[in-house]
């Protein structure tokens, strides 16, 4: 266990890092074999590295990954007392990776193609939509998953133990009820439509034992989390760390024996084993599991409160004030409807977005279905912050993107942590701009903003 009580990283097992690193700071450092710069960061209660071999650590947690530019900067030896710490069950940090590679090619039978086998190597196969490298996201429901799903790439196989408490490295996507989106001025009226709050979390469906990401990617959250839920039912809602909080939420899912887990919450909209029960019903069935008397209640498990929408300006009122408190924004639920798996009229969501100006710099090259075109545009913003647009590029623009100097107009939800935007869409070209423009966000929508202490 870590020595200080303060900083559990600070020493774990009597190994000091050799360079300590503090909440949110970052270095620089020099490729050991090429002239590429990697950008090391401390992020809560572990370390990333921007480069390859640390992002394509598939089905490994966040917590629980290193890389040979990690070892060198906080020394080998931490690193192997980090690991064990954060993962215990986990294979064996080594450092002989290359000696074993060649031992490895020297003892197996080489395939047809030249190339050693490999015992449960992975075969190719056909990416999933919101697992292609945030090039083309085509709904931003899929977004946040995209960014979980470059860290939960299947994992590679490992001799299985019979314990069946950790959850299997990828699972089929759970078919889960989708949103369309609700126009403020030409949507259906409404009235009598149940209203609650759009969490700024991550999408999760539980199938009674664990707990999965909408495309089917594992969450770790300890025992003791678990342990709070009932193992005879299917839920649906969103882990949880509070509004404005998503990156701190996607940072922590994805990790094991982490502290902050206390910090999340389980928060339950709906009852998929129930699905065919109207949706009244189904959630007076949460309420008798997780509300304040109910069979399973607890601080970590909370049902999604609900109200009924009085007129189309009740629920506009009702997003300004979400919105005020740093919320995302408001779910519409067609009373006395069913659960579907898929995309239905019957879930609508509600957001304010912005759109601004900024100036391309460059081309990504595109993955998966857009190899060979562009797969997306790097742009800079008036505040001269650098960010890409993916999303909302059609195949005509991916083949003759905008040029480098071209101004574009996009349109975002709101501001990550560094003040950029996330998860922005393409909406063209502003041929009557010759300059970048920022758009004006509110204060309270703003990352770090605070609600007023009589808010809560």
């Known amino acids: 266990m870590s020595s200080s009580s303060n900083d559990e990283l600070a020493e774990i097992n009597g190994v000091k890092p050799k360079v300590t690193l503090k909440d949110g700071e970052e270095r620089e450092v020099k490729s050991l074999t090429s002239s590429?710069?990697?950008?090391?960061?401390?992020?809560?209660?572990?370390?990333?590295?921007?480069?390859?071999?640390?992002?394509?650590?598939g089905g490994f947690p966040v917590n629980a990954r290193t890389c040979k530019h990690l070892k060198e900067l906080l020394g080998e030896a931490y690193e192997i007392a980090r690991l064990k710490l954060k993962n215990p069950e986990g294979p064996a940090p080594t450092s002989k990776s290359k000696s074993k590679a060649k031992l490895a090619s020297k003892s197996k039978p080489a395939s047809k193609t030249g190339k050693p086998a490999s015992k449960g190597a992975r075969t190719p196969t056909k990416r999933k939509r919101g697992q292609d490298d945030d090039d083309d996201e085509d709904d931003e429901d899929d977004d946040d998953d995209a960014q979980l799903a470059k860290k939960t790439r299947t994992q590679p196989a490992r001799?299985?133990?019979?314990?069946?408490?950790?959850?299997?490295?990828?699972?089929?996507?759970?078919?889960l009820l989708l949103a369309n989106k609700w126009d403020i001025e030409k949507g259906p009226d409404p009235t009598g439509w149940l209203i609650s709050e759009k969490l700024d979390g991550v999408r999760t469906f539980y199938d009674g034992k664990h707990m999965y990401s909408r495309l089917g990617n594992p969450f770790t959250p300890p025992k003791w989390f678990l342990d709070k839920l009932p193992k005879d039912v299917t839920l649906d809602g969103e882990l949880f760390?509070?509004?404005g909080k998503f990156q701190d939420t996607i940072s922590i899912v994805k990790t094991v024996n982490s502290p902050h887990w206390s910090g999340i919450t389980f928060q339950v909209f709906d009852i998929p084993s129930k699905g065919d029960d109207p949706f009244e019903k189904r959630i007076k069935h949460l309420e008798r599991l997780f509300g304040e008397k109910g069979t399973h209640a607890s601080d970590k498990v909370e049902v999604v409160e609900h109200i009924a929408a009085k007129s189309r300006e009740h629920v506009l009122e009702e997003l300004k004030k979400v919105e005020t408190l740093g919320g995302e924004g408001l779910m519409l639920r067609k009373p006395g409807s069913r659960y579907e798996g898929r995309r239905s009229a019957t879930l609508l969501k509600v957001k304010t977005f912005y759109d601004a100006e900024a100036i391309v710099t460059g081309h990504n090259e595109g993955h998966g279905r857009n190899v060979g075109v562009c797969g997306a545009l790097l742009c800079k913003m008036e505040s001269g912050k650098a960010f890409k647009v993916g999303s909302g590029l059609n195949d005509k623009q991916r083949k003759d993107p905008p040029k480098v100097g071209a101004i574009i107009t996009y349109r975002f939800q709101e501001l990550t942590r560094d003040g950029v935007p996330r998860f922005p869409t393409f909406i063209g070209e502003a041929v009557d701009k010759d300059e970048p423009k920022d758009a004006e966000v509110p204060e309270h929508r703003k990352p770090g903003a605070k609600p007023d202490a009589d808010d809560d």
Do not use: F, L, M
Not at 36 to 57: E, F, I, L, M
Not at 160 to 171: A, C, L, Q
């Open 36 to 57: 590429s710069v990697y950008k090391v960061k401390r992020t809560w209660d572990h370390y990333y590295c921007t480069c390859p071999a640390w992002r394509n650590q």
């Open 241 to 243: 760390a509070g509004r």
């Open 159 to 175: 001799k299985k133990k019979s314990d069946d408490s950790r959850p299997p490295s990828s699972k089929a996507a759970p078919e």
